[in-house]
Structures are given as C-alpha cells and as structure tokens.
C-alpha cells in the first residue's frame, strides 16, 4: 500500500463528545443535590504537574465539576500525604481524588494508594481497581483516564480494536501496562516493547495499530512503522519549550494512515476522561449502595 | 533452520531443585520454633481439585511443611466461605492460604480474595499482591506459582528472557495474564494471543519462546512455531481419562526446538512452586515485622 500521508486525528472531537455528557451528568447532579466534587492532591513544586492541576479546574468549571486543588509541600512527610489522602477519601463531599504524578522523591505512591478509597480513584491507581483492569474485571472499576483515552483514540482513527495486531511501546504504570490489559480485555493481540527490545522495528512493522507510550522523544520513526497503520501518540515530553511526542511527526506521517498529535491528541482527551471517570465514580459508589458486601471493584 | 526434533524437557530437575531448597528452610524453621503451615481450602466436590489438594498435602509431608485441607461444602454460602479465608488469614499458625480453583458456581472469588491476607497469599490472587505483579513492583509480592513455574521452565530450556520474543496463548487470570506481567517485568518483548486474534501462525512464527496456557487441548501445532523455538505447555485439559496439553505434542516436537510435557512439565514445577511460596510469604511476614506501617504489598 502506499500512503500519501497521514490523516492527522485530533483529539478535539472525542474531548468535546466526552465533555457534552459529563456537563449533561453534572447539571442533573446539581439539580438533584450538590455538584460533582474532585479534589486534586499537588504535593511538591513540579511545574508541570501544577499546570495540570490548574487545567482539571478550569476544566472543572467550565463542566460544572468543584475541582479543589490541595496543595502540600514537597517536604511533607509520606505519612502526612498518605493523611491527606485519608482525608478526602473520607470526606463524603468528595466524589473524586486524583494526585498529581510524579510524586516528590522521598513520598512513596503505594502507602498513598492505599489510603485512597478505590470508589473514588479516578485514575484508577488503587490495587483494587489494578487487579480489577488486569484480570478483565472491568464492570465497577475505574480506569487510568491515558489507557482509555488512547483506546477512544484508536476508534477516533477509524480502527477497531478487536482483532487489531496492537503494539504498545512502553511498560510504565501510568500507560503502557493499564492500556495492555485493556487493550487484551478489548479483545485486541497486544505486543508490549520497551528499552529491551531487540529489534523494535521488527515489532512494530507486524502491528496494524502503534501506541507509542515510552516517554522517550521521537521514539518511533516512519521507518519503523508498516506503510497505513494508525499510530497513536501518548507521549509528552518536555524539550527545551516545547512539548514533544515519542513519534517522530515528520517521517511517521509519511508512512501511516493516521497519526495523532501532540499536543493536541491524547492529553486534550485525558484531562476530558479524568472528568468521565469524576462522574462514573459517582455512578458507581450510587450502584454500590445497594448491594451491601459486595467489596469496591 | 532445519530440527530433527525437539528437545523434551521435563519439569523433574527444575522441581527437584525447588523441593531441596524447600526442604533444608522447612527443617531450619522447625528446629527454629515450628514446621510451615499450609491452609488449602477446598471448596466442593470437583474430583480434580480433590486431588491438586491431596498431591498438596503429600508434598508437604515430604518436604517438612504442615499442609491442612479445610473442607466446604459446595452449597456453602459465599459469606462463609470467605469467614473462613479469614479464619485462615488471622490464623498466627497458619503461614500460607490457599484456595483451589475452580470454586463451585455461587460462590464468586473476589469476595475470598478480599478476606485473604496478602502475606499470606500463596498463589498471588489478592489485589494487592496481583496489583504488584502487574505494575512491576514484585520485590515484597507473592506471585501465581504457575507463572513462575512457566518461567522457569523457559530457562530450563536454554533460553534467556531478557529480551526474547514470547508469544504468550491465552489471557486468563490464573496463567495468561500474570505471565505476560512477569515477562514484560523482566525484560521480555511479550505478545498476548486468544481466541480472537486473527491468525494465530502469524503472530507464534515471529515468537522465540510460545508459552501455551489457552485451556484448548492441542491448540498450538507443528504448522505455527518457528523452527527451533522453545514450547512450554502450560495446559492441563481432562480428555476423557487422560490429561492433555495445550500443545499437539507430535507435530511440535518436530518443528520445535526444545518442548515441556504434559503431564510432568509446568505442572510438576507448580506443586513444588507453591511449596517455595510458603517459604517465600514467611521470609516477607518477618522482613514486614520490622517495617511498621509498611502495607503488605
């Protein structure tokens, strides 16, 4: 097949479509009772994770969600945070609570996951949600907000993930591993590759769909990729001032069907997702209700 | 590359070295205070889980490990089933926890696993210790012994995972899936196949290692390896009175480069797996002792 150049996808109608129904959802919420409630934990100075933190709110007004933003020094003992965590899990205003990644060194992420109630875990980083992705468990979990919104990216590209040849590139926490186990549960063939894959373009060239998620700069090049397959990127990396993904736009666009931008793919859905998961959390803690013993997902 | 047949490589010297080991930390323990203890419950009728206890419990008398089998009636409430894994759980003399699969239908295991201890979870099936597995984080986790044994049987036949192409078949939650973790954990370039992946050859031809674990007698053939691959069995398929891989045994053995048996291949290093879990979750009991506040996991 020869291609004349990508199909550039971005991710501005799949935000808008999702925003459209969670600001539908949260009207009727807060008709019914209060507002849908997130708070956004920001331990330490990242600038970037303060960035995102300040976009989940104004986000959050715009669809009518209270986004609270709990700040906390990058000095706070781990005990402190894992309180804090405590605390809006416990706070029955509170519907969701996200924490900014990456964490300052010297706070560990498990003994905050396990403050935080998996009913109200929006990026889906509690064990009980994780088991709950990795063993195909789907119905009453909540999922990493990245790992869903690549899969929205995919369809986005006009691909069908069951039966799609996928390969993943990346084995982090936040992608790669939540959206293979998604991806297997959808019924997709998934090739995880990383830093120790021998010969990436050998992979990457068997798969009809590319999801570079490494966290490495202009990873995945066109010569890596088989002529029209979509690739989707999830990578944002900081390079001097700009934000880059891990797919090379240049050379990628000439070989791929479709591609999808950064900035402008991925991220624009994700921070839309975050706000989907705000209101399936609600959905679910409700369903919970009635059915005393059955344990969060 | 032309094969003259491959090599059977049994699971006998991988389980023998497990059982050793066992042993000497078993005997050690008991000079040092008491034997292990083992607590397997057994849940129904089903004839083959029977006997997986039993073999067990006879293992465990060799190598100098309390085993127990607590038995329920298939008709048991899920609640009490579950008060039982916490009986077992808060148990100080039990050391280990094991419940046989499949459960009667009725009895779901989710609500178990929640009652079972983590540290004491000896086939790795809380969420706590699969959520260790499946971010990479397996240094104070308990992993299922069947993936463990099915990573060992790789290496016994003369093949590194760092880095290899492995082609794992089937995507359950007791091999397929805590597998596929394991080995992208440690370094593997990994692919996940099932029952809805388009053309099954396609993707084993490309693979250096297929590990078969789909529950479908003979489903992997001669037709789809590459010549002089390593094939390891993972299934255990009652047809009629016999017990039947995953792998037709004749047409691979003539492609393949090395082939684990059924039965005496994984299965053989699970049992003993198992055994060197229960050391394994003491040896983490004691190291968490020391730790306060640490969660397991």
Redesign the interface.
Known sequence: MSSTGATVVSGADVAATIRKDVRARAAEMASAGRPPHLDVLLIGDDPASAWYAGAKRTLGRRLGIDVRIVRLAAETPA?EAAAAVGRASDDAEVDGVIVELPLPPGIPL??LC?RLDPAKDVDGI???N????????EDRALLPATALSCIRMIERCGRTV??A?VAVVG?G?TVG?PL??AL??R?A??????T???DLS??LR?AEVVVAAAGVPRLVTGAMIRPGAAVIDAGTNQVGDDLVGDVERDSVAAVAGALTPVPGGVGTVTTAMIMANVIRAIDLQRAGEGSA???AP
Do not use: Q
């Open positions: 005990s498990p003994p396990d509690t064990p009980a994780r088991a709950a992705l990795f063993d195909g468990r069951r039966g040849a084995r926490p591993r293979a186990a297997i549960t019924h063939t998934v090739t995880v590759c990383h120790r894959t021998h050998l992979v068997e013993g059955v344990a």
